[in-house]
């Protein structure tokens, strides 16, 4: 039985589309989970295959092939990992309290990596459960990632007694420092697991399913436009801004994110899957 992993977030939609129907029949079960609990799951083989956070990938990278041209990833603005902040410059969260999102791995490194190198502050950092209500109530600033993300900045409500936060999109603030793109995850599969995964066909299917998936972004997000509340032509937008193939230019962004986050890391390490 191979197992794969389902990031509940709208932003991976297009990777799934009509992925169980394509696999109806095989020996294959589906888990879903927020960004961290996948990564926890795939390095401890509870699953087989899944989307996990680029920070994670590297760090049981002896575990894992990569699976080639597939990703999520932007050139910008993401809308989807944002930190909202009293301050109306991230370089005066200088010496205050960050609310890191327990849901995240590799945009928790990025406030970090921005923060010490882009705007060249040194604040402190707390993680907490994916409330903003609750993380500006007691921090400076606050990050948050994937339909929670998308709803607040959608709405840009006013906190009771304090008024509306700033919102800094993190893709945005990275293109800017960089001038490239951005990858939040890579598709993973577990080492041992991967002649089970290519005898059931799943690679292949999940490429038909992003294929198929790009194509019906407007009936996704007509879908999915219930669930958030938000307007179908706002989804439909943000899933077109999306990149999912992991390009050459896209690798140059993971790279240099690798090289500042992980400097004893050897890129080379990632082992890529591929057909037998």
Same mark, same amino acid.
């Given at each position: ?8 977030? #709208?932003?991976?939609? !297009?990777?799934?589309?009509? =992925?169980?129907?394509?696999? *109806? ?9 927020? $960004? ?6 795939? %390095?401890? &083989?509870?699953?087989?295959?899944? $989307?996990?956070?680029?920070?994670? *990938? ?23 990992? /944002? ?20 849901? @995240?791995?590799?945009?928790?490194? =990025? ?7 882009f705007w060249q502050v040194q604040p402190r950092y707390t993680t907490e459960s994916q409330d903003i209500n609750q993380m /500006?109530?007691?921090?400076? %600033? ?27 999109? #993190? ?9 490239? !793109?951005f990858v939040f995850a890579l598709w993973a599969a577990r080492r041992e697991a991967l002649p089970v995964i290519d005898a059931t066909g799943v690679v292949? %299917?999940?490429?038909? @399913?992003?294929?198929? &998936? /790009? ?10 436009? !219930?669930?958030?509340?938000? $307007?179908?032509?706002? /989804? ?11 390009? !050459?230019?896209?690798?140059? &962004?993971?790279?240099?994110?690798? =090289?500042?986050? =992980?400097?004893?890391?050897?890129? @080379? ?8």
């Amino acid at each position: 039985m191979i197992t794969i992993g389902i990031i509940d977030y #709208l932003n991976v939609e !297009p990777q799934y589309y009509r =992925l169980e129907e394509r696999l *109806a029949g095989r020996d294959v079960q589906f888990r879903r989970g927020v $960004p961290t609990e996948l990564n926890r799951a795939l %390095a401890e &083989g509870e699953i087989d295959l899944a $989307p996990v956070s680029c920070i994670a *990938a590297a760090e049981i990278a002896d575990q894992v092939a990569i699976i080639p041209d597939l990703s999520i990833a932007t050139i910008g603005a993401v809308k989807t990992v /944002l930190l909202f902040s009293w301050m109306a410059d991230p370089r005066e969260l200088d010496e205050v309290r960050i609310a890191l999102s327990d849901q @995240s791995a590799t945009s928790v490194e =990025l406030v970090k990596l921005l923060a010490e190198h882009f705007w060249q502050v040194q604040p402190r950092y707390t993680t907490e459960s994916q409330d903003i209500n609750q993380m /500006l109530r007691r921090s400076s %600033a606050a990050l948050l990632i994937g339909d929670d993300a998308l709803v607040e900045f959608a709405h840009r409500r006013e906190m009771p007694g304090r008024g509306q936060p700033y919102a800094f999109d #993190l893709g945005d603030e990275w293109l800017k420092w960089t001038g490239l !793109p951005f990858v939040f995850a890579l598709w993973a599969a577990r080492r041992e697991a991967l002649p089970v995964i290519d005898a059931t066909g799943v690679v292949p %299917a999940l490429y038909e @399913s992003k294929k198929d &998936g /790009l194509v019906h972004i407007p009936e996704i997000a007509r879908a999915y436009a !219930p669930r958030l509340g938000l $307007p179908v032509g706002v /989804l439909t937008k943000y899933l077109h801004d999306l990149r999912y193939d992991l390009s !050459p230019r896209d690798r140059a &962004g993971l790279l240099t994110y690798f =090289l500042l986050s =992980l400097p004893d890391f050897a890129p @080379s390490a990632l082992h890529c899957w591929h057909a037998d």
